[in-house]
């Protein structure tokens, strides 16, 4: 029996970043808000979204999260085909905006495809390692965004969720960074999830390669030192975690606070520049911390998108993973 608080945390990592999400677009890219500023789900951005519309960040999450309902295995061959034609199926049929290191990605899968058949997963993990081998940037933080779900598949695992974020990161981004930036807050939510802590910010570190949890450390460290605002740009993998872990240090809540899962996510908006993806992936993190039934209410009536979610089957779904899972691990 899974306990009822580590539900309510599970629905709470999926809807907290599609919350995070839809609080963000409106600003995305404009002028930074003041501090003293609220930011409202008032739609807009560049989609333009409705009102509680969330955004790509949120809709390629699904893609992933629907496969991990489907298949017992998350690196499974299956899985991982059911997650590339729902991203190639999303592209086509509901993609109201895409990074353009994914839109490349997604383009040059479905081109080849088209002419050679094959296996879209392996395509397009081609496509990946081809950008990186050439020397193309492709640390961009569009893989972060969405890998949150995977949390939900390895509860009791951080190895294999480890082994999974990379995995499920690489369908797009082939630089080691992104991957290992997943590791990283896959290894969060998950622990936020079970304990209901911050502390698996810090452990992650253990499931990154050795030769790099130092520098991984540093930057962690800055983020807790300097003021969330100084991570803007931030669409390089880096500096968007960054930005969301310092909004998390500097306005972190407590169990009595109504602001607990709020403040830190509007702390993310505020931000500035990539705000819909920042704020869901701080979101994805403070909702597995304090759960569902932290989020408010308001934010819960309009949420919504892509293929047709609303809050209720986003948390359904982020419970169905978890069990279908936990008794696979049993």
Request: glycine residues 12%; contains cysteine; proline residues 6%.
């Amino acid at each position: 029996m899974i306990p009822s608080a580590v539900l309510d945390r599970a629905a709470g990592a999926l809807l907290g970043a599609a919350c995070g999400d839809a609080l963000g677009v409106p600003y995305e890219f404009a002028p930074r808000l003041a501090q003293g500023r609220i930011p409202e789900m008032i739609g807009g951005g560049l989609g333009p979204y409705e009102p509680g519309e969330y955004s790509d960040d949120t809709q390629m999450a699904v893609c992933i999260a629907e496969a991990l309902r489907d298949h017992d295995d998350p690196r499974s061959p299956q899985a991982l085909e059911r997650t590339a034609r729902g991203f190639l199926n999303w592209f086509h049929g509901g993609a109201s905006d895409v990074g353009v290191q994914t839109a490349r990605i997604l383009e040059d899968t479905d081109r080849s495809l088209t002419e050679r058949g094959g296996d879209a997963a392996e395509v397009m993990t081609g496509r990946s390692d081809r950008m990186f081998e050439v020397g193309e940037r492709c640390a961009g933080n569009g893989s972060l965004m969405r890998t949150a779900p995977l949390a939900l598949a390895h509860l009791n695992d951080p190895q294999g969720l480890a082994r999974s974020a990379a995995r499920y990161s690489h369908l797009t981004h082939g630089d080691p960074l992104a991957a290992q930036a997943c590791v990283l807050w896959c290894e969060a939510v998950r622990h936020a999830i079970a304990h209901g802590t911050y502390d698996g910010v810090r452990g992650g570190l253990d499931l990154l390669p050795s030769s790099v949890r130092g520098e991984w450390a540093a930057r962690l460290d800055e983020a807790e030192k300097e003021p969330p605002t100084t991570f803007a740009p931030n669409g390089f993998v880096v500096s968007a975690l960054q930005a969301a872990w310092s909004a998390i240090v500097h306005a972190p809540g407590d169990e009595s606070s109504p602001d607990r899962y709020a403040a830190p996510v509007m702390a993310a908006v505020r931000v500035g520049d990539d705000t819909d993806t920042v704020a869901a992936i701080a979101g994805a993190l403070v909702g597995a911390r304090w759960g569902r039934s932290a989020i408010p209410a308001a934010y819960l009536e309009v949420v919504h998108g892509w293929p047709g979610y609303r809050a209720e089957g986003l948390g359904g779904l982020a419970e169905v993973i978890l069990l279908r899972h936990t008794r696979q691990a049993d």
